[in-house]
């Protein structure tokens, strides 16, 4: 078995796991299918673990759930520590949110995916003893030139030179959240553009990075196990991320201390996940900057994925159609 990085060693990812795992996120997207627009969104967001679930187990790798469904979801599949796959083929690190964006789903609303990012065993981090985490996307431009520790200001101002166009023209995507009034405004005072998400901060952090999208910069306060998911991604983009965890109160700053995370710390893309040998593979659910969402007709489903490998750094697209008959 080739590993991303041309390793013989049968302990590291395969590029081929890419496409097997593509298989577990369409299958997600499609159960979820019947729910879009519904108003049922843990109907959904069942379905889709279920589907995921039932795929993952047919994979020829073995997947420790670092990031899974977690407490927070009341999840009895994809927990955290759950160990996934067939038993045989490489160890690895893997994150799954089977709908980011179980809300937009609900509601029939634009960017909601089914994701999954894997890594190398051991490269990481679980941060879900604390769910939140304020974060700082962006592309290439970025690097070096952003830091979650300056105002949104100046963090606006050093990437449009950067990028070499007005502050007028940049855009940046914020979770619209009571939380976030304040930053709102000084991105507008800076004289930025906002582009709000109701939820899916994880599609919000690509399209920040990815190259020719609409938006420069994500930021703010979303789910840290997205935050984990996302930085697997920005390794194939070549982008800047940063986060810092953000407990609700005490005794979830205390649940973090206790687990070993520094609730002081600016967590950089090589703290978040080690290395360069990550995968992340998504399916659209609904429409999205990213990925068109699943479409039916007649008797065909037509889905469409990205893949993005750390160590080639690539995103290929797959647009798939699958016979209704094996499906709904």
Known sequence: MVSLTGDLSPLRPDRNLAMELVR??????????????RGAKEAADGAAVDAMRAFLGTVSFQGRVVIGEGEKDNAPMLFNGEVVGTGTGPLCD???????????TA????????????????????ASSVFYMDKLVTGPAGVGVV????PVGENIRNL???????????????????RHEKLI?????????TRLMSDGDVAGGINAARHGARTDMCVGVGGSP?????????????????????????D????????????????????????????????????????AGVRREAGYIYTESVVLRGASGTLRRIASEHLVSKWL
């Not at 577990?24 to 627009?37: Q, S, Y």
């Not at 830091?147 to 300056?150: P, V």
């Not at 997205?226 to 810092?244: D, N, P, S, Y």
């Not at 290395?275 to 990925?291: E, K, S, Y």
Request: glycine share 12%; net charge negative.
């Open 94 to 104: 893997i994150a799954v949110d089977p709908i980011d964006g179980t809300s937009l």
């Open 24 to 37: 577990a996120t369409e299958a997600a997207a499609i159960r979820a299918v019947p729910f879009i627009g």
């Open 160 to 178: 449009a030179a950067a990028l070499g166009k007005p502050v007028d023209e940049i855009v940046v995507s914020v979770l619209n959240r009571p």
């Open 226 to 250: 997205e935050g984990i998911v996302t930085a697997c991604a920005i390794k194939a983009l070549g982008g800047h991320i940063q986060g810092r965890l953000w407990p609700r109160d005490d």
């Open 252 to 291: 979830e700053r205390q649940r973090g201390i206790d687990a070993g995370l520094d609730m002081d710390k600016i967590y950089e893309a090589d703290d978040l996940v080690k290395g360069d040998n990550t995968i992340f593979v998504a399916t659209g659910v609904t429409d999205g900057q990213l990925v």
């Open 185 to 193: 405004q000084e991105i507008r005072d800076a004289g930025a553009g």
């Open 147 to 150: 830091d979650i520790r300056k």
């Open 107 to 126: 509601a029939g609303r634009q960017n909601a995916l089914s994701v999954i990012a894997v890594s190398d065993r051991g490269t990481m981090l679980d």
